[in-house]
């Protein structure tokens, strides 16, 4: 499969990476050219423009920060038409990735990232996923058997897109959940900031959220 990934930081190379390894072929495209064609390499895949990785392939990774949405959309051609008919995962996060803290957006309950993504990218397939896990989670993740594996919660509203992007999740190591249209989208969010929170405070999220049942 060809896979186009927006973005150049950590999550785009992890889990461009987890991909590339897999045996799919990926084409990174970032706002920083050097950045992008540093990141491809050490992955393994190819590097070009936010529109040539917008254009790549069938599956397009979203992973930039919150604030960089829209403008990485515009640059990669959103609003022409170049995701149309693509699936698009949005592994992104209303939060200030400096301090951890939740946009205002969220605070206002203001429309999800993913609702953002989807009105600007035309005509594509949005998924929502990868966004409860920081980078490091994916760099690590075995797909050994008998090891724990990490459960990814996806919404969307396409059943094929789904289909495609829990079965890139199985090749990263993890499950895929199923977690509701893309409307839900806001709660998979919401639950990143509060787990954001718990490990700001040198705490794991699973001290929390307990497992259920005898």
């Not at 919401?190 to 700001?200: I, L, N, S, Y």
Request: with cysteine.
């Amino acid at each position: 499969m060809r896979i186009g990934v927006l973005g150049a930081g950590n999550m785009a190379e992890a889990l461009g990476g987890a991909w590339a390894g897999a045996g799919h072929e990926v084409l990174v495209g970032g706002r920083d050219a050097a950045r992008a064609a540093a990141a491809a390499e050490r992955i393994g895949g190819k590097a070009g423009s936010l529109r040539e990785a917008a254009g790549f392939g069938g599956v397009v990774l979203l992973a930039v920060p919150y604030a960089a949405l829209a403008d990485t959309l515009h640059r990669a051609g959103a609003g022409e038409g170049t995701l149309s008919g693509r699936t698009v995962v949005d592994c992104s996060n209303p939060l200030d990735m400096a301090t951890m803290q939740p946009h205002p957006d969220l605070l206002a309950g203001g429309p999800s990232a993913a609702r953002q993504v989807a009105a600007l990218a035309v005509g594509a397939h949005v998924v929502k996923g990868f966004n409860l896990a920081p980078a490091e989670v994916w760099r690590h993740t075995s797909t050994a058997s008998g090891a724990a594996r990490i459960v990814v919660p996806l919404c969307g509203d396409d059943k094929d897109a789904l289909a495609v992007v829990a079965a890139l999740v199985r090749e990263s190591g993890a499950d895929p959940l199923e977690g509701g249209g893309l409307e839900r989208a806001a709660l998979l969010e919401a639950a990143t900031a509060v787990a954001a929170g718990v490990w700001t405070q040198g705490r794991q999220p699973g001290e929390v959220f307990s497992p259920v049942g005898g």
